[in-house]
């Protein structure tokens, strides 16, 4: 199984910063990785596919880059609404396993 | 509106069986390919099973591989999870999800998940 390693595993800011959020699997997946973002009590919802492509209706402070086995999930400026969990997931393989999730809280 | 709405979660004793729905609207539901991801109460994302769109292919975690079943009825526009051989590990929020597409393998729509709870 392809193991993916997030980090941090929480984060402290505050709103304005721009923020980085890293993701590295244990073997090449090309670009089959995607972020979601999930607050308390919700489903998650999908923010980045393929790597770098913006999901239709997420917005533009939210991007990705990286291929291989590292990625990285950046926030610009970061908004009141952004403080939650996010989730990295390959989807090169089954098991489409998953990060173990970075808390993003308020500083 | 696609929609995806779980359903048949509770309390369950080791060793018990459950069987999971989730019912879709809103999209032409035997175009997509199917997952089930569950969440233990305070943990991450984990995930289960996936079904293709005719339901003759399906994939499964080792850790419920041979215990749950994933299984479609297209007819119906209904996703299901059998879970057999329960164990108190298997407590969590079950989501369903649909898979975008074959080739980026993104989960576009989320149910609001169903909880599962084992225990005597």
């Known amino acids: 199984d392809i193991q993916m390693t997030q980090s941090p595993s929480s984060l402290s800011a505050s709103v304005g910063d721009r923020v980085t959020i890293t993701c590295r699997a244990s073997?090449?997946?090309?670009?089959?990785l995607n972020w979601y973002q999930q607050k308390p009590g919700k489903a998650p919802k999908v923010l980045i596919y393929?790597?770098?492509s913006l999901r239709s209706g997420v917005p533009s402070r939210f991007s990705g880059s990286g291929s291989g086995t590292d990625f990285t999930l950046t926030i610009s400026t970061l908004q009141p609404e952004d403080f939650a969990t996010y989730y990295c997931?390959?989807?090169?393989?089954?098991?489409?396993?998953f990060g173990q999730g970075t808390k993003l809280e308020i500083k | 509106e696609v929609q995806l709405v779980e359903s048949g979660g509770g309390l369950v004793q080791p060793g018990g069986s459950l069987r999971l729905s989730c019912a879709a609207s809103?999209?032409?539901?035997?175009?997509?390919?199917m997952h089930w991801v569950r969440q233990a109460p305070g943990r991450g994302l984990v995930w289960v099973s996936r079904?293709?769109?005719?339901?003759?292919?399906?994939t499964y975690a080792d850790s419920v591989k041979g215990r749950f079943t994933i299984s479609r009825d297209n007819a119906k526009n209904t996703l299901f999870l059998q879970m057999n051989s329960l164990r108190a590990e298997d407590t969590a929020v079950y989501y369903c999800?649909?898979?975008?597409?074959?080739?980026?393998?993104?989960?576009?729509?989320w149910g609001q998940g169903t909880l599962v709870t084992v225990s005597s």
């Open positions: 999800a649909r898979d975008y597409d074959f080739w980026t393998g993104h989960l576009d729509y």
């Open positions: 997931q390959q989807s090169y393989s089954t098991p489409f396993t």
């Open positions: 809103g999209f032409t539901f035997n175009n997509y390919w």
């Open positions: 073997q090449s997946i090309s670009t089959y």
């Open positions: 079904i293709n769109s005719d339901g003759s292919s399906t």
């Open positions: 393929a790597a770098s």
